[in-house]
């Protein structure tokens, strides 16, 4: 489905994190690395809707469908439509043999209001999808403002990187000339350098080379710091609408303390703003002292923006489908967690 301007400017409206997740774009980018992709929508007049869902299949469970910070709508507007779109969703899913649906309101009020009118039985997901928090900045300001309401630190690390010469560089897509870098090598690289020395778990190689593929010139760019002639960090920025994303970084564990993840996403932040968007979002945070995990990666994101409070989502809800088939994917996460624990 190729969506209007006015479908997209509804979905970026009504989406606190500016709702690429929910493009067209994003679906077909899905569709690519061999997801099953439907949509359910309403754009008649003022009453919109949008539910893009993708198919995932787990062991033993089979099914479920998964629609990524979705449904959109507007809480004050349900209304009969609604109720007939939200029912064709269901009914999508019985008819493709899904488990369950898993669904990520903006807000609590759109996803009481989902409770109220759907007659099958919703309940919180053993785990979130989607950050349950994530850092928005406001970049309409200007950049001397934005730099004065940084942290200290992060603005002198920025000075840093520009002082000890790292340069910036962006593609949208990928020139192999021999002067230019394979810049999507090069992040893959620094991902798999960053996954093995970090200890966690990262998309195959083919998924980033599919985004860089599948992806509009326009929305998808790769940002590299290069010092002394070598790619130091990497990052991958989706622009959508008047938001742009920070999706994934990587960087290595030589020239740490050039400060070179600063610069890219000022950089960004700077390429944003002259693109006329007005927020740029760093993705998920945990600003609680629940997740010691998150530390690092919350205090640099934080730092960028002293006087912006972190954007709360209700998390990952599921609508059953099919009861038996839930019940035995709730018994397998919940042995899954006792094994974790178990091992510790």
């Known amino acids: 489905m190729q969506e209007n301007e006015n479908m997209s400017d509804f979905i970026q409206k009504n989406s606190p994190d500016g709702g690429f997740l929910q493009s067209s774009a994003w679906q077909k980018f899905q569709e690519s690395v061999g997801r099953k992709a439907f949509s359910i929508s309403l754009d008649v007049e003022k009453e919109k809707f949008q539910a893009n869902v993708v198919e995932h299949i787990l062991p033993i469970v089979g099914k479920y469908f998964y629609s990524p910070r979705g449904p959109v709508m507007k809480q004050e507007a349900w209304n009969a439509q609604y109720e007939e779109k939200m029912l064709e969703l269901i009914n999508l899913a019985k008819s493709e043999n899904a488990g369950w649906i898993r669904i990520e309101p903006a807000t609590q009020e759109i996803l009481d209001v989902i409770k109220k009118h759907v007659k099958e039985k919703i309940i919180k997901a053993p785990h979130d999808m989607q950050p349950k928090e994530i850092l928005a ?14 942290k200290s630190k992060t603005r002198y690390n920025i ?30 690289r620094l991902n798999k350098e960053m996954a093995l ?6 998309h195959a190689d083919e998924y980033y080379k599919k985004m860089f593929e599948i992806l509009p010139d326009d929305m998808f760019k790769i940002y590299v710091a290069e010092f002394e002639g070598k790619i130091i960090a990497a990052n991958l920025v989706l622009f959508y609408g008047r938001t742009v994303t920070y999706l994934h970084g990587a960087s290595g564990k030589m020239h740490r303390n050039l400060m070179a993840p600063f610069l890219l996403q000022w950089q960004s932040i700077l390429d944003a703003k002259e693109k006329g968007c007005t927020h740029y979002d760093f993705g998920g945070v945990n600003s609680g002292s629940g997740n010691n995990s998150w530390e690092g990666i919350t205090n640099f994101k934080l730092g960028f923006s002293l006087k912006t409070k972190p954007l709360q989502f209700p998390g990952s809800y599921d609508i059953i489908i099919n009861p038996r088939r839930y019940a035995v994917y709730r018994g397998l996460q919940r042995a899954k967690a006792f094994a974790v624990r178990f091992k510790k």
């Open 159 to 188: 000075g840093v990187a520009r002082k000890r010469g790292v340069r910036i560089f962006s593609i949208s897509k990928q020139k192999k000339t021999t002067e230019q870098k394979d810049y999507i090598e090069e992040f893959l």
């Open 137 to 150: 900045i406001d970049i309409s300001k200007s950049a001397e403002q934005l730099l004065m309401e940084m």
């Open 197 to 202: 020395r970090n200890g966690i778990a990262t």
